[in-house]
């Protein structure tokens, strides 16, 4: 393990070409304008040096010199301590509370959703559908409720979410008119020159309404 950190002198994340909490971290990483050695692997063979650095070869994996990070939600945050201009949380405690819950109801409701789309069998594709749709539309007074995830400013609880709303067309879910603000989110966020780094070529292609 330690002969492959001594390779790594730069930041470096491992990532898929796409994956919804890898895109999160990527965007948190564009957000904050940080470079970085971006390694695209495949999960079903993940290389030797991942296997050495993160005992549950899983991606996101960071590696910031000696310091090896995984799970997405420990790595946006420590990105956001590590590189603190801009910030991406709030200073007020309740409003950093709030966002927090917001980002651990996103990765354990959601994301997995989003997961059983893309990879599981037509029949459980099709009711995570249907229950991800259902959640969006009971989200509409959040995303109502401000410019951005539950703040007036972008944070990493959007990094959470705008990953998700950038693949709905792809993961052909399609929302009745009364939910467009979930599309004028997404639009102010996909505008932004930082989320349009923050995707992979594989990324780029789930979309054609959007130009970088």
Not at 15 to 33: M, Q, Y
Not at 34 to 44: A, K, P, R
Not at 81 to 95: F, N, S, T
Request: glycine share 2%; charged share 25%.
């Amino acid at each position: 393990m330690a002969a492959s950190l001594r390779l790594r002198n730069a930041l470096s994340l491992f990532s898929a070409r796409d994956c919804v909490v890898c895109h999160r971290v990527r965007l948190v990483l564009a957000a904050k304008g940080v470079s970085y050695e971006l390694i695209q692997i495949d999960t079903n063979n993940p290389p030797e040096e991942l296997i050495e650095l993160n005992p549950y070869r899983s991606v996101p994996t960071l590696v910031d010199r000696e310091l090896v990070l995984y799970a997405a939600s420990v790595v946006s945050e420590y990105l956001d301590e590590r590189y603190p201009h801009p910030p991406l949380m709030p200073l007020d405690p309740l409003a950093r509370a709030r966002l927090r819950l917001a980002m651990l109801r996103t990765e354990h409701d959601w994301v997995p959703l989003v997961q059983t789309i893309q990879h599981g069998a037509k029949a459980q594709a099709d009711s995570a559908r249907k229950r991800l749709r259902e959640q969006l539309l009971g989200a509409l007074p959040v995303f109502k409720s401000s410019k951005f995830f539950l703040n007036t400013e972008m944070s990493l609880a959007d990094c959470a979410v705008a990953p998700i709303v950038w693949r709905l067309p792809a993961l052909q879910i399609d929302l009745p008119k009364e939910a467009k603000v979930i599309d004028d989110y997404g639009q102010r966020i996909f505008r932004n020159p930082a989320f349009g780094r923050s995707l992979t070529p594989d990324e780029r292609l789930l979309r054609d309404d959007i130009v970088f």
